[in-house]
């Protein structure tokens, strides 16, 4: 089944205690990308990969990093979390950036206290 | 820049009503996309349509239709005989395929679609 997954799905956290959030797609997709959703904001993209090894900053990058070592990987690591991280993630991925659809993953409800 | 908007904050309808939901959008660019998302309240977001800018046919799927206008820079989306399953927010997005747009979708704030039995 064509999916996009990430894990863990829900997560509570302290200040400061590094985290990763995994996301992983079998389409063989060549974009890949992370969006934060927060009440009365919407959806606003973290970073984004155009395909392996390249990687850059979306609209609210602060306090987060990535890599895409492999094309069917795109983690998500916060170094050093804060409350204002507290948010509900979602990993997407399309065919090519900008003109196909992006599939979403199920989200992960991220907690820092 | 561009930017989505969805006037519609909250709609809410009685089983077998139809309803439109409504998204206008900015752009510079010549050549974008749109699409519209469901967001159920299990929380995944589940791809509905994707329109280019070239072609401004509108398009039916079942008890959906999507109304675009370029004049109007508005991409409707229409539910014919609603549902209690339909209720969800709708997201309608924008997608610019120029350099510098980071090829991200820009989503509007989104619709909360409550339909009652």
């Known amino acids: 089944e064509a999916q996009v997954t990430q894990n863990p799905r829900y997560l509570i956290t302290v200040t400061g205690k590094k985290l990763t959030v995994t996301c992983s797609q079998n389409m063989n997709h060549e974009y890949m990308s992370w969006y934060r959703q927060d009440p009365g904001l919407g959806l606003r993209q973290i970073y984004y990969?155009?395909?392996?090894?390249?990687?850059d900053k979306g609209d609210v990058p602060e306090g987060y990093k990535v890599s895409r070592k492999e094309k069917r990987n795109f983690p998500l690591i916060l170094e050093s979390p804060s409350p204002n991280q507290t948010s509900l993630y979602f990993c997407?991925?399309?065919?090519?950036?900008?003109?196909?659809?992006?599939?979403f993953g199920p989200g992960t409800r991220l907690t820092v206290l | 820049a561009q930017k989505v908007t969805q006037a519609q904050t909250e709609i809410s309808v009685v089983e077998k009503e139809d309803v439109t939901l409504d998204c206008v959008y900015e752009?510079?660019?010549?050549?974008?996309?749109l699409f519209w998302y469901k967001q159920p309240p299990s929380g995944e977001l589940v791809f509905l349509i994707r329109r280019n800018s070239f072609d401004e046919q509108n398009e039916i799927s079942g008890r959906y239709s999507w109304n675009f206008q370029k004049s109007t820079s508005s991409f409707n989306f229409t539910i014919t005989a609603s549902q209690v399953v339909d209720s969800a927010v709708y997201f309608c997005?924008?997608?610019?395929?120029?350099?510098?747009?980071?090829?991200?979708?820009?989503f509007g704030k989104g619709t909360l679609l409550t339909v009652n039995p």
């Open positions: 997407a991925s399309s065919l090519v950036g900008g003109v196909n659809e992006q599939f």
């Open positions: 752009t510079r660019d010549t050549t974008y996309y």
């Open positions: 990969s155009m395909n392996v090894e390249v990687t």
């Open positions: 997005a924008l997608s610019e395929s120029g350099g510098g747009s980071n090829y991200k979708l820009t």
